[in-house]
């Protein structure tokens, strides 16, 4: 199955600052998911990132926010943008492999103060 | 829209028994995926197991079986002899077989059940 190197696995930011978080695989992949899990709760889906085309966003999550990068088969970023208190959660990026097998980095905690 | 419930915010086992968590889902699809991950306090996701809606047959990997219920749309999953690194938080989870919209097979999750096991 893939790996997937996610960095950072942890900061702490100022409101009103961005963030991006990167996830490395180490193999080629078609779809990387995004998801965000809030203290205590599941995860949530923000986007899913195709390579060479935009990201596709679930309600409730917008582009200009969490903007997305996919230059690759093995590469995404995505960014918090103007950070709120409310944006503290765990972010962790996801890819499918073998059709129905996922894989997920290791989540970036990020706390907003 | 999928749904996947799970009833159970926490549960507690003895070390070296048999617990059941249980995930309920609604679809109205026929043919889908299933999935119990489990996350420990390291946050890592991990798969623990999978089951194909086609397939009759409960999947079974080692300590960890499922009771697939299809008509009664339920999935729990069944965790024998417990051992205190079964603790963590265990997310039952769908994906559709066909893709629709944008949304190209994600996985939808249920809120999670606490498992914690006592020596």
């Known amino acids: 199955s893939a790996v997937i190197s996610q960095k950072p696995s942890r900061d702490i930011c100022q409101r009103g600052t961005s963030l991006t978080i990167q996830c490395q695989v180490d193999?080629?992949?078609?779809?990387m998911f995004w998801y965000r899990q809030q203290p205590g709760q599941s995860l949530t889906l923000i986007a899913t990132?195709?390579?060479?085309?935009?990201?596709?966003?679930e309600s409730g999550f917008v582009i200009d926010k969490f903007p997305i990068s996919r230059p690759n088969l093995t590469f995404s970023t995505l960014t918090v943008s103007n950070m709120s208190p409310e944006d503290s959660s765990i972010y962790l990026c996801?890819?499918?492999?073998?059709?129905?097998?996922?894989?997920f980095g290791s989540g970036t905690r990020l706390t907003v103060v | 829209a999928q749904t996947v419930t799970q009833s159970q915010p926490e549960m507690s086992v003895q070390e070296a028994e048999t617990v059941t968590l249980s995930c309920t889902y609604d679809?109205?699809?026929?043919?889908?995926?299933l999935f119990w991950y489990k996350q420990p306090p390291s946050r890592q996701m991990i798969l623990v197991i999978r089951?194909?809606?086609?397939?009759?047959q409960n999947a079974t990997e080692n300590r960890f079986s499922v009771n697939f219920q299809k008509a009664a749309k339920s999935f729990s999953l069944k965790i024998s002899d417990s051992q205190l690194g079964d603790a963590a938080m265990y997310f039952c989870?769908?994906?559709?077989?066909?893709?629709?919209?944008?949304?190209?097979?994600?996985?939808?999750f249920g809120k999670g059940t606490k498992l914690s096991v006592k020596p």
């Open positions: 679809t109205s699809e026929s043919d889908y995926y």
């Open positions: 089951q194909e809606a086609y397939k009759q």
């Open positions: 996801s890819v499918v492999v073998a059709n129905y097998g996922y894989t």
């Open positions: 990132a195709n390579q060479g085309s935009e990201a596709t966003y």
């Open positions: 989870a769908y994906r559709s077989v066909w893709n629709y919209g944008g949304s190209q097979g994600n996985l939808i």
């Open positions: 193999s080629q992949v078609t779809m």
